[in-house]
């Protein structure tokens, strides 16, 4: 949106954990030029908690090239873990389950067509050693929820450690 905004109104804010590591403690804002100066008035005596060696040594990683080639590594690799968290969900649940938001993010949505509910799903993947979110606190309109869905996160786990989580989702959720 920042990238394609004529009005000067997006400001676009981010951090480096899940690229680098959360330990850094690293974030940015890019704002429009007009909101710049605005932004250097007010900040002028803040005083940032990230150290001022960790910063330069972001700034050098960036400006030497490093950062687009690190950045290229990740995206391949979490590509890579989200199409084998969605072919082993199609594997193992097939029908059962509807995956939503696909390639959005590090995450997936799945709703799951088994009469459990939203706690029972959380409930019985916590017995068989998988953490799965709830949903039900990012819907806008709770009434319309149909209190069957869960959140999977994949870029923290290795490759068979998806596989195995996967199992253990669809052996707790539909074998017991």
């Not at 908690?49 to 995206?75: A, E, N, T």
Request: net charge positive; proline share 3%; glycine share 6%.
């Amino acid at each position: 949106m920042q990238g394609i905004d004529r009005n000067n109104s997006v400001v676009y804010t981010g951090t480096f954990s899940k690229v680098l590591s959360p330990a850094l403690r690293l974030s940015f804002f890019v704002l429009p030029k007009p909101w710049l100066e605005v932004f250097q008035i007010k900040f002028k005596n803040y005083h940032s908690s990230v150290p001022w060696l960790q910063q330069k040594v972001l700034q050098q990683f960036m400006s030497l090239g490093y950062w687009d080639s690190h950045l290229r590594k990740i995206c391949l690799a979490n590509k890579k873990k989200h199409d084998l968290l969605v072919k082993t969900i199609h594997e193992l649940m097939g029908n059962h389950v509807i995956i939503h938001g696909r390639n959005a993010g590090l995450h997936i949505m799945l709703e799951i067509n088994n009469g459990l509910t939203e706690d029972e799903l959380i409930n019985r993947a916590c017995k068989y050693g998988v953490a799965v979110y709830p949903v039900s606190k990012y819907w806008m309109r709770p009434k319309q929820y149909t209190n069957n869905m869960v959140l999977i996160g994949f870029s923290g786990i290795n490759e068979k450690d998806i596989i195995k989580g996967i199992r253990n989702l669809y052996h707790s959720w539909f074998c017991e």
